[in-house]
């Protein structure tokens, strides 16, 4: 079994930064992508971040410039810094990632996720 856990979420004043953490254990093979979405009340969950094992990321058009992602795959740990957040960037943020084997088809495991709230 895979465990995601999220911290760092929280409230935070319009212009302020938050760093999101997420740490993976449990039975781990091969992480080939750690990453975030989002979910606004009543919408689906949206890619915010993605990062590959060799290093690769994206972001999504909305938060490319202010937010930055990044890994320990030692640690099998991601974070996101997010910079400069607005009252739209205010959702619930899941930590999510692809595990599998070599020659098999990745699983994806999601965290519980956590809030964060841009408000003045």
């Known amino acids: 079994q895979v465990q995601l856990v999220e911290s760092g979420g929280g409230l935070v004043q319009p212009g302020g930064s938050l760093r999101l953490s997420c740490a993976a254990s449990?039975?781990?093979?091969?992480?080939?992508?750690m990453g975030w979405y989002r979910q606004f009340p009543g919408k689906q969950r949206d890619l915010v971040a993605r990062?590959?094992?060799?290093?690769?990321?994206y972001y999504s058009e909305s938060v490319k410039g202010r937010f930055t992602i990044s890994k320990d795959n030692a640690k099998k740990t991601a974070t996101l810094q997010m910079n400069s957040l607005t009252p739209e960037d205010t959702a619930v943020y899941y930590c999510?990632?692809?595990?599998?084997?070599?020659?098999?088809?990745?699983?994806?495991?999601w965290g519980k996720g956590t809030l964060v709230t841009v408000s003045s």
């Open positions: 999510y990632i692809e595990e599998g084997r070599h020659g098999m088809v990745p699983v994806d495991y």
């Open positions: 449990g039975s781990i093979f091969n992480i080939y992508v």
């Open positions: 990062i590959t094992s060799a290093g690769s990321t």
